[in-house]
């Protein structure tokens, strides 16, 4: 596990290089606000989250593991009712949010892309 990466992962570099190339501008990579979401957008007012299959139980792809059951059901469990917590705390700060599964952007990183342009158009606008 000491490998794993929790910043600039292959899919965050993968993503933001297409937030780039599309013109998408004003996103830090580093906030105070809850959750520390990968790509914040202040303006917007936009956390924008790129969830790990395995690490946040995709419910279209997450194998569970075969061995050490009892620490990863725990371990996982742990980290989706995190991500409902800091989901809540967020949208008690006026704060939106936008949860992207790292297999959308593997599969698809242009639809991935349009989920956040409408999530960020319609909050840019208002």
Same mark, same amino acid.
């Given at each position: 596990?000491?490998?794993?990466?929790?910043? #600039?992962?292959?899919? *965050?570099? /993968?993503?933001?290089? =297409?937030? $780039? /190339? #599309?013109? /998408?501008?004003?996103?830090?990579?580093?906030? $105070? +606000?809850?959750?520390?979401?990968?790509?914040?957008?202040?303006?917007?007012?936009?956390?924008?989250?790129?969830?790990?299959?395995?690490? =946040?139980?995709?419910?279209?792809?997450?194998?569970?593991?075969?061995?050490?059951?009892?620490?990863?059901?725990?371990?996982?469990?742990?980290?989706?009712?995190?991500?409902?917590?800091?989901?809540?705390?967020?949208?008690?700060?006026?704060?939106?949010?936008? =949860? +992207? $599964? *790292? =297999?959308? +952007?593997?599969?698809?990183? *242009?639809?991935?892309?349009?989920?956040? *342009?409408?999530?960020?158009?319609?909050?840019?606008?208002?």
């Amino acid at each position: 596990m000491s490998q794993v990466r929790g910043k #600039n992962t292959s899919i *965050e570099l /993968a993503f933001r290089k =297409h937030l $780039r /190339a #599309n013109g /998408a501008k004003g996103y830090r990579l580093r906030s $105070r +606000i809850p959750g520390t979401p990968d790509l914040y957008f202040p303006d917007a007012k936009l956390a924008v989250f790129i969830d790990g299959c395995f690490w =946040h139980r995709c419910p279209a792809c997450f194998k569970k593991p075969k061995s050490n059951l009892a620490y990863w059901n725990k371990k996982i469990a742990d980290n989706v009712r995190r991500d409902r917590k800091m989901d809540q705390r967020l949208q008690r700060r006026g704060i939106h949010y936008l =949860h +992207i $599964r *790292e =297999h959308d +952007i593997r599969k698809n990183i *242009e639809r991935a892309y349009r989920r956040f *342009e409408r999530k960020y158009g319609l909050l840019a606008v208002a």
